[in-house]
């Protein structure tokens, strides 16, 4: 129907909205109607979806390719982004669409489509992607024949299970008959050239074929999804040089941990965050390792050298831009060949002896076990860039405005006889002085949210620095003076040694914002007792409370604490409920497809 015939009984609009309507149309010329109609197409889904920005969950479109991706920490929705753009700029219908967001039966209607998913724990997919994952090996599953794919993972080679879910992903859907037309790429951390260059491959790889379709299908390119919102002009690729404005140690004396509250000042930026977001922090390298490196393969500090596209002297790049922590099997099979190390070189050909091999080493104890005359550049092309580590933002900007803060535990441990710190947080505890600048960005995360409804209740579990984005949470809900409920469960070894932010907590426990607090200081007595024990204890008050639609938000260890609270949950579900452990099960998958079960666990 035409704007002109509009009228109020043939549509949901009131007479005044209709005259608004046709006066804006009129003011409009056809490519900013086209726009607008995109506007309000992707505005009514986001709507639909509960803020869910950019998501176009409507069923396969065959002349459009369909960009499903799977993040959670925003490094495949940013090359997802990317491969719409690109794709758009060709004039090819694209509809980018999180896992999570995608209705699974919607399958069966593609025709083209690519999946960008990124790996977590051991080979896992991050969660958005779990529900989409998981169903793509069931019978339930539908014939894919004839449909065209292309794969990208990202990941991180240091991990045992590089990639894995991307490889999951594309085995799944070839078994169910889609045919790859493009190559898979399993990128490391350092992805973004070789992203791009995928993405232009996979894009001439599909355009002829979705062109073809788009004419005989009389396909109008209509790019879907809201208009940016004004994002941040600083990212991970252009961070602010921020004010490093506190580092306080919030742990006892004789603690076994060192963490510390950090205070940051976005001030002169215009990054903003939400609860649940992180911020990402480039650091320098340790002054004194990099020297050390220099000597130990005779590498004369002026020498100047080339990382991407920018020429630098040798010392600098070590301290600014290339990792010397966090080690992998791709840097020890570089350096095994660049030296000759014929220890390094047995390494190569033994995955298991590999991972053996880096588990305790950083990347300088590799160097400095092997020591070699190197050029300079031969040096660099052994060595990745140096990645900004992410971390939960613990403040909330209804509280701090342009401050951010951070809680952030030391990496430290001893090994072949000397002190070891972990890149970034040995950085800001240990060298970097109040008031120097540190290039930060902050990264969104629509999947560790507080409920958008005020009254709703929330559990937080976040044992040590896991406590992090819950002080946001609940900085957050005392300025919004929300009256729903709030349950902490926090642990650490010691009470006296370890309650991060205790007067905080016990201040809100006074005046009524938290409802609850239990707390688990596992050293404390002769038995261990952990943030899991404290749950099962809770039994019944926990499940009442997920049955009064609760949130429930689990932060901090990935590799233990969230598998156990999440196997403690399951059993409080089976035991108030009488339910089989698969029905529990998907009791929680429920819980997550509705938003109400969110980890935000490294
Ligand atoms: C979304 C997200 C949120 C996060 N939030 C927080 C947060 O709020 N607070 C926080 O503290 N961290 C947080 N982290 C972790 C943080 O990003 C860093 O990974 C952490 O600070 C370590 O970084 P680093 O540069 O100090 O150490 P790196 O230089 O990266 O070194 C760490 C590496 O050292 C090695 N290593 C560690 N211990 C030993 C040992 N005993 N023996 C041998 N090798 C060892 C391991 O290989 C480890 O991967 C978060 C991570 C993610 C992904
Ligand atoms: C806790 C944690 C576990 C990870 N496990 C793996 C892994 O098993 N395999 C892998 O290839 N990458 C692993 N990674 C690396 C991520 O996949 C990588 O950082 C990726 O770029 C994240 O993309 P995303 O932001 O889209 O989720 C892990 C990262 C974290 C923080």
Not at 282 to 291: G, I, P, Q, R
Not at 367 to 385: E, S
Not at 554 to 582: F, P, W, Y
Request: aromatic share 8%.
């Amino acid at each position: 129907m035409l704007l002109g015939q509009l009228n109020a009984l043939a549509s949901p609009l009131s007479q005044e909205q209709v005259q608004k309507l046709q006066g804006l149309v009129a003011e409009l010329n056809p490519i900013q109607q086209a726009w607008v109609s995109g506007y309000l197409a992707a505005n009514a889904n986001t709507t639909a979806l509960g803020g869910v920005v950019g998501a176009a969950p409507s069923a396969g479109d065959a002349a459009a390719l369909t960009i499903l991706y799977g993040s959670q920490t925003g490094n495949s929705k940013g090359v997802a982004t990317k491969l719409k753009e690109q794709a758009e700029s060709r004039g090819l219908a694209v509809k980018l669409v999180s896992m999570s967001d995608y209705k699974p039966t919607a399958l069966k209607k593609e025709k083209f489509l690519t999946v960008v998913v990124s790996t977590y724990g051991e080979g896992e997919p991050p969660e958005d992607a779990e529900t989409l994952h998981e169903f793509l090996a069931t019978k339930k599953a539908p014939k894919l024949d004839g449909v065209k794919i292309a794969v990208i993972g990202l990941g991180d080679s240091s991990y045992e299970f590089f990639c894995q879910t991307a490889k999951d992903f594309e085995e799944r859907l070839n078994k169910l008959g889609a045919e790859t037309i493009y190559q898979r790429a399993d990128l490391d951390v350092d992805y973004d050239d070789e992203a791009a260059t995928w993405i232009t491959g996979a894009l001439d790889a599909f355009e002829p074929d979705l062109k073809a379709q788009q004419s005989t299908t009389g396909g109008q390119v209509v790019p879907f999804g809201a208009p940016a919102i004004a994002a941040s002009q600083y990212t991970k690729q252009n961070p602010f040089a921020a004010e490093l404005s506190l580092v306080q140690k919030i742990t006892g004396r004789d603690s076994t941990k060192d963490v510390r509250h950090v205070e940051i000042s976005l001030e002169g930026s215009d990054i903003t965050y939400t609860p649940g977001d992180s911020l990402g922090v480039y650091f320098l390298n340790d002054e004194a390792l990099v020297d050390e490196v220099l000597t130990l393969t005779q590498i004369d500090a002026a020498s100047q050298v080339k990382v991407a596209d920018e020429e630098l002297n040798v010392r600098d790049a070590l301290i600014e831009k290339l990792e010397l922590t966090q080690s992998y099997p791709g840097f020890v099979e570089k350096y095994a060949i660049a030296t000759g190390a014929p220890e390094l070189l047995r390494l190569v050909e033994d995955k298991a002896a590999m991972r053996e091999y880096i588990e305790p080493r950083q990347i300088f104890d590799v160097i400095r076990q092997n020591p070699a005359k190197l050029d300079a550049q031969t040096l660099v092309d052994c060595l990745r860039k140096l990645q900004a580590r992410l971390y939960s933002i613990a403040s909330s900007q209804a509280e701090v405005e342009d401050e951010v803060h951070l809680t952030i535990g030391l990496v430290e441990f001893e090994a072949f006889g000397s002190e070891h710190f972990g890149g970034c947080s040995g950085y800001l505890a240990r060298r970097a002085e109040e008031g120097c600048k540190v290039k930060v960005f902050s990264e969104h995360n629509d999947n560790f949210r507080l409920p958008a409804n005020d009254e709703t209740p929330v559990i937080m579990v976040g044992p040590g620095t896991g406590i992090a984005p819950f002080r946001a949470f609940l900085q957050e809900r005392d300025a919004r003076e929300a009256s729903g409920k709030n349950w902490l469960f926090f642990g650490n070894p010691h009470f006296t040694q370890d309650f991060l932010y205790q007067v905080e907590i016990q201040g809100y426990l006074k005046s009524g914002l938290l409802s609850k607090v239990d707390v688990a200081f596992s050293r404390d007595q002769a038995e261990k007792v952990y943030v899991q024990d404290k749950l099962r204890s809770n039994s019944k008050e926990v499940f009442a409370w997920l049955e009064a639609g609760a949130h429930f938000y689990i932060c901090g260890d990935a590799n233990r604490m969230a598998k156990d609270v999440h196997q403690v949950l399951i059993g409080i579900i089976e035991e108030n409920t009488g339910k089989s452990k698969e029905d529990a099960e998907q009791y929680l998958k429920d819980l997550r497809s509705a938003n109400r079960y969110q980890k935000d666990v490294y």
